[in-house]
C-alpha cells in the first residue's frame, strides 16, 4: 500500500501533539477541579467552624432563628443551618434573597430540613458528646436537579447537641469546569489543525528536494540523458538534502563520463572489428566468385584472410583482457575503500621474480634480433640489455610480462632499424623501475596524455601497418594500477621515448 511520506510524516506528529495535548488538557483539568472542590470543602468546614465558635450558639437561649450574614456566616453563596439532635431547625440564614443568577440553596425555596439527613444522622451516631471532639463529613447531594455540596459537624454547646450543615450549589464550579473543557477542546484543536498545517507545509519542503531527485533520476531513466543534474541550492542554505542533491550530481556525473566511455569503446571496437571482417569477407568472395583463380592469388586471398582473422583475434583477446583487468580493477578499488592499509593491498597475487621476467621477455625478441644481425643489418632495431636489478614484486608473472612485451613490443614497432632499445631494471626507495628506451620517432607532446587511452593511435596508419590496435598501452596501464604501480613517458619527437614502470618493492 503506498502511502506518501508526506502524509505518514504529518499524522505521525500530529498524533504526537494530540496525545500530549491530551495529557497536558487531562492535567490541567484534573487540577483545576481538584482545587475548586477542595476550597469549596474549605469555604464549607471553616464556615461551620465559625457557626459552632461563634456568639451565636453560646446558649441555646441565645441562638436567633436566622443568622446574620454581616458577620459573614451567610456570605458567598454558603448557607448555613443549625439543627437540634432532633434534626428540628434551630437557625438558619436568611432565605431574603430572590438572586436567581447566582443559585444558592438558600433562593432555591424552601429548603430541605437538614439538607443532607442520611450525613446528619450518621454525624450524630458517630458522635461522642462526651470528649466533643468535632467531626465533619463531606457529600454531594441534588436538589432541584442541582449539585448540592454539604458538610455536616456534630457539636455538643452548653449539654446540648447541635448538628451543623453548610451547603453551597456547585453550579458554579461546574460551569467555570465546561468553560475550562471548552477552552482545552478549542485550543487543542486549534493547536491540531496548526500542527497538520505546519507539518504538511514542512513536510512538503523538506520532500521538495528528495521529489527533485525522483524527478531527475526517472527523466534519466526514461530518456538515458546523464547530463541532467539536480538542483543544489535550498531555501535553508547547506542541509543534508543539499549534500545528497550534490552527491546525487556527483553518481550523474561519473555514469555520464562511464556511459560516454562505454559507448566510445563499443564504437571504436566495433569500428576496429568491420575492418577485418571486411577484408575477410571481400577474400572470401574473390574465392567464391572466381573459382578459376590461379593458385597463386588464391593462396594469397586465403593468407590475407587468414592474418586479417589472426589482426581479429588479437584484438578480440586484448578486449577481453581489458575487460577483466578492468573488472579486477573495480574490485580493488571497492576493497581499497573497504581497508585503510596500502600495504595490505599491494600484497595482491604472488612474488615474481622481476629480473627472471625482463630476461624472459629479452630473450624472447633476441633470436631474432641475433638472426637479424647476422643476415641483414637492416632487419630490426638493437635490443640492449642494461642494468638488471634482482628484484621482487606482487603481482602475476603472466600479466607483468605482458607489460614488458607490450612496451618492447612497441619500442621496436616505431623505432627504425638502425635505431636501438634498451631494457633496464633499478630499484629506487620502496619501487622498482622498468625502464624501455627507444631511439624511435618519439610521440608529439600533444599526442603524450592520450596514448593510454583505449583505441588511440598518434599514427594511425603506420600503427595500423604495424598491427597495432591501439589497445596495447591501455592493457599496460590498467594491469600497472592493479598492482598499486604507476607508468611514465618522456620522449622527444623524432629522438625517442622512455617508458618507465614503477611497482611497490615486495619487500618494501
Ligand atoms: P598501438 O597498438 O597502436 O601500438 P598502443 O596503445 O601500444 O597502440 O600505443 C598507442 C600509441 O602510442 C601508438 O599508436 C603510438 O602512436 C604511440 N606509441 C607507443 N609506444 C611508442 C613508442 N615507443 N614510440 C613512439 N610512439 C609510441
Not at 451516631?125 to 448540592?148: A, C, E, K, M, W
Amino acid at each position: 500500500m503506498y502511502i506518501p511520506l508526506q502524509l505518514r510524516l504529518t499524522l505521525f506528529y500530529t498524533v504526537i501533539i494530540a496525545l500530549a495535548l491530551w495529557f497536558f488538557g487531562q492535567t490541567v483539568y484534573a487540577q483545576a477541579e481538584q482545587r475548586a472542590y477542595a476550597d469549596l470543602n474549605t469555604t464549607l468546614s471553616s464556615r461551620a467552624a465559625s457557626v459552632r465558635l461563634g456568639k451565636f450558639l453560646a446558649s441555646p437561649g441565645t441562638l436567633p432563628t436566622v443568622l446574620p450574614s454581616v458577620d459573614g456566616l451567610g456570605t458567598g453563596g454558603v448557607s448555613i443551618e443549625v439543627l437540634s439532635d432532633k434534626m428540628s431547625l434551630l437557625a438558619a440564614t436568611a432565605n431574603n434573597t430572590n438572586d436567581f443568577t447566582n443559585p444558592t440553596v438558600d433562593n432555591l425555596g424552601s429548603s430541605p430540613i437538614p439538607w443532607d439527613s442520611q450525613a446528619a444522622r450518621i454525624a450524630l451516631q458517630q458522635f461522642d458528646p462526651l470528649s466533643n471532639s468535632p467531626h465533619g463529613y463531606y457529600s454531594t447531594v441534588t436538589y432541584q436537579r442541582q449539585h448540592i455540596r454539604v458538610y455536616t459537624l456534630a457539636n455538643v454547646d452548653f449539654g446540648s447537641v447541635h448538628i451543623i450543615q453548610t451547603a453551597r450549589s456547585e453550579q458554579d464550579i461546574e460551569q467555570s469546569l465546561a468553560n475550562l473543557r471548552l477552552l482545552l477542546l478549542q485550543g487543542g484543536t486549534l493547536a491540531i489543525i496548526f500542527a497538520l498545517v505546519g507539518g504538511w507545509f514542512l513536510t512538503w519542503g523538506v520532500l521538495f528536494a528528495v521529489r527533485r531527485v525522483t524527478k531527475t533520476a526517472r527523466s534519466i531513466s526514461t530518456s538515458r540523458n546523464f547530463s541532467q543534474r539536480v538542483p543544489t541550492q535550498t531555501r535553508f542554505g547547506k542541509d543534508e538534502l543539499a549534500v545528497l542533491a550534490t552527491t546525487f550530481n556527483e553518481m550523474l556525473t561519473n555514469l555520464e563520463e562511464l556511459y560516454q566511455h562505454q559507448e566510445r569503446f563499443v564504437a571504436d571496437a566495433s569500428h576496429e572489428l568491420r575492418a577485418p571482417i571486411t577484408s575477410i569477407r571481400c577474400n572470401l568472395d574473390l574465392l567464391t566468385k572466381a573459382p578459376d583463380l590461379p593458385p597463386a592469388e588464391a593462396q594469397a586471398a586465403l593468407q590475407d584472410a587468414r592474418a586479417e582473422a589472426d589482426r581479429m583475434g588479437r584484438l578480440v583477446n586484448d578486449l577481453l583482457t581489458l575487460t577483466r583487468s578492468d573488472a579486477s580493477l573495480a574490485s580493488l578499488q571497492h576493497e581499497v575503500s573497504l581497508t585503510d592499509g596500502y600495504r595490505k593491498i599491494h600484497r595482491h597475487g604472488q612474488i615474481v621474480d622481476l629480473d627472471s621476467l625482463l630476461l624472459e621477455a629479452f630473450r624472447q625478441y633476441h633470436p631474432t634480433k641475433e638472426q637479424n644481425t647476422t643476415e641483414s643489418q637492416q632487419n630490426g632495431p638493437r635490443l640492449l640489455l642494461q642494468n638488471i636489478t634482482p628484484t621482487q614484486v606482487y603481482g602475476d608473472a603472466d600479466q607483468l610480462k605482458q607489460v614488458i612485451v607490450a612496451l618492447l613490443d612497441n619500442a621496436l614497432k616505431y623505432t627504425p632499424f638502425e635505431g636501438s632499445v634498451s631494457l633496464a631494471l633499478s630499484t629506487e626507495t620502496d619501487e622498482a623501475m622498468v625502464t624501455v628506451t627507444d631511439t624511435g620517432i618519439g610521440i608529439a607532446p600533444e599526442d603524450i596524455p592520450h596514448i593510454f587511452e583505449r583505441f588511440y593511435r598518434a599514427d594511425r596508419a603506420r600503427s595500423r601497418e604495424r598491427g597495432g590496435s591501439g589497445l596495447g598501452l591501455a592493457i599496460v596501464q590498467s594491469i600497472v594500477q592493479q598492482y598499486h604501480g604507476s607508468i611514465e613517458v618522456e620522449s622527444t619527437p623524432g629522438k625517442g621515448s622512455t617508458f618507465t614502470v614503477k611497482l611497490p618493492l615486495a619487500n618494501s
